[in-house]
Nanobody, 122 residues
Framework: QLVESGGGLVQAGGSLRLSCTAS????????MGWIRQAPGKEREFVAA????????YYRDSVKGRFTISRDNAKSMGYLQMNRLKPEDSAVYYC?????????????????WGQGTQVTVSS
């Protein structure tokens, strides 16, 4: 089970830190990612990180602004979001265990959270 937290309303240019709490010891062996979906739009890849945390990938529009990380000892994942823009507004989902051949732009995971709303006002 994955549970996201940390979403909310923030002004453009502000920051938010999303957290993903995982239950079960298997989390430390899974890749994980953050995916977002805005109203009327398809889900889109935001960032992903390998099981060890050694490798991370980002969509181009968030590179240099967002940082994905994880703490396997705590079964936690994070997404630090800085310099937020109105176009970052969406429901953000935490997911684990990518089933694609590559983490890059992975949208297929075995486990999903319920999502947390991020709204960036202009």
């Amino acid at each position: 089970q994955l549970v996201e937290s940390g979403g909310g309303l923030v002004q453009a240019g502000g920051s938010l830190r999303l957290s993903c709490t995982a239950s079960g010891r298997a989390f430390s062996s899974y890749s994980m990612g953050w995916i977002r979906q805005a109203p009327g739009k398809e889900r889109e890849f935001v960032a992903a990180i390998s099981w060890s945390g050694a490798v991370a990938y980002y969509r181009d529009s968030v590179k240099g602004r967002f940082t994905i990380s994880r703490d396997n000892a705590k079964s936690m994942g994070y997404l630090q979001m800085n310099r937020l823009k109105p176009e970052d507004s969406a429901v953000y989902y935490c997911a684990a265990d990518c089933v694609s051949r590559t983490l890059t732009y992975c949208l297929t995971y075995n486990y999903w959270g319920q999502g947390t709303q991020v709204t960036v006002s202009s």
